[in-house]
């Protein structure tokens, strides 16, 4: 008796190799891994997925930075991220962002759609990055935006600030110079974002307030720059720069 391997045909037997691939091949609900795909803050599939090294959990990129401001633990196992700076913590993770789009039909393509109806309802130019292929309305609107200068500046920072400093507080004086107030950012970056630059390039202490006033304007850390540069108008604009004061004071006790 001749012994055949398990999985293979006798020599006598005509086999379909792609058939019997496809019928041993196993296939799995996506559902089974939600846990690995979708992010534990929002219940979504990851957009921008986003790992806290702490800990390697992933969120996305916007559930975790919303979260952050409120807390320095993990949503899912409560680690301490960061006494102070949680922010400091966390890395993009594109990967797995690949992973999840491969896995989820369309999600990317919808995903696109959204952020560039996001731009075009607010009047604001669309990033590069949301376009495979930019669509011509897109691509004349940044034509015409775009700044006339001979070095090359990515899209997504749209915004150019000047920081001014204007003093601290009496009995704040442990703190370093801004060497460089003037930045290029994101339009979507928001006031928070400007308040933890100037932290890091200051080096101040967890007890130090930044107050940060656009005009006559004291500004909401939640605001983006896009909302504040339009909420103000011309007047906060000296030469094309969004110039925003700030200055270093003592929280206020209770």
Known sequence: ????????????????????????????????????????????????????????????????????????????????????????????????????????????????????????????????????????????????TAPQSASSIPAELDVSLLLEFVGAEDGISDYKPLDRPYVRVSGEATVRHVELFIRKKMQLGPTCQVDVVCGDHLLDRYQSLKEVQNFVGQEALQDGLLVLHFGLVLPAED
Not at 97 to 123: A, H, S, W
């Open 1 to 144: 008796m001749d012994l055949v391997p398990f999985g293979h045909s006798s020599p006598g037997e005509s086999t379909n190799i792609s058939d019997s691939e496809s019928e041993d091949e196993t296939k799995l609900p996506l559902n089974q891994f939600y846990p690995y795909i979708r992010c534990a803050l929002c219940c979504g599939f990851l957009i921008d997925a986003t790992t806290v090294t702490e800990c390697l959990h992933s969120f996305c990129k916007s559930c975790i930075v919303k979260h952050f401001f409120s807390s320095n633990r993990c949503p899912t196992c409560s680690t301490v991220v960061h006494q102070t700076q949680p922010l400091y913590n966390i890395r993009p993770d594109r990967k797995l962002q690949d992973i999840v789009y491969k896995m989820v039909p369309f999600l990317e393509e919808l995903e696109r759609e959204e952020m560039y109806n996001f731009y075009t309802d607010r009047g604001l130019e669309v990033p590069k990055s949301v376009f495979v292929t930019s669509p011509p309305a897109a691509k004349k609107q940044r034509k015409d």
